[in-house]
């Protein structure tokens, strides 16, 4: 099952939201963020410049793993 992150910025406040794709729906439905542009890309990385804006991402979160080499050997 997808997962969807909501990215909004509402006066200089950035919020994350991780909701499923029913929850999104409704939301959308019932206009739950009000009259606001939903970004298609990010052209600016500081969201305290989107206004009112809102960055819907399809995903998971993910973690990178450290990947452990030999570096040295040593003998008796």
Do not use: A, H
Request: net charge negative.
């Amino acid at each position: 099952m997808s997962s969807y992150f909501i990215i909004s910025n509402s006066d200089g406040d950035t919020t994350v939201d991780k909701i499923s794709k029913e929850e999104l729906l409704r939301r959308l439905n019932e206009s739950y963020y009000g009259n606001v542009e939903y970004k298609n890309q990010v052209e600016e990385s500081d969201t305290n410049y989107w206004g009112e804006g809102v960055l819907i991402i399809k995903g998971e979160i993910v973690v990178p793993e450290p990947i452990e080499t030999v570096k040295e050997y040593d003998i008796d």
